[in-house]
């Protein structure tokens, strides 16, 4: 690797250090879908939103649970501590397309239709609110 690539790396390295996130790849459902779930705790309280996510009927809220609960454990993790009552919020959370499995059902007259069966990543930050105020 380039002394510059290298240099970047060690940046962005150190960037991350004070970011408390986690990501889910491939989650098959469709993007829009899961914008639906995740804009409804977009800026709350952990422990609201995970008591949010609990009882959605959405499928994909159980797939956001977990993926806010691992979050949370790298907050935990990094900090040497356990987070308190009110202390961490979802910062930020957004959902990008991931790959599209396209696949053919039959129809009338020897023609065939389309499907395409979409996935979707999901990135989802949590931050401490104090931090906020320094």
């Given at each position: ?95 990008d397309p991931g790959v599209t499995m396209k696949r053919m059902r039959p129809a ?27």
């Amino acid at each position: 690797m380039g002394a510059r690539k290298h240099i970047a790396a060690e940046q962005l390295k150190e960037a991350r250090k004070n970011l408390f996130f986690a990501k889910l790849k491939g989650c098959p459902s469709s993007p829009r879908k899961m914008r639906y779930v995740v804009d409804m705790i977009r800026g709350m309280e952990v422990n609201r939103a995970l008591g949010v996510l609990k009882f959605s009927n959405k499928q994909a809220a159980k797939d956001v649970e977990k993926l806010l609960r691992s979050a949370i454990a790298n907050w935990e993790q990094k900090n040497d501590r356990k987070a308190e009552d009110g202390e961490l919020y979802v910062s930020r959370v957004f959902v990008d397309p991931g790959v599209t499995m396209k696949r053919m059902r039959p129809a009338p007259q020897g023609r065939g239709y389309r499907i395409r069966k979409r996935s979707n990543h999901v990135t989802l930050f949590v931050d401490a609110k104090n931090n906020d105020e320094k």
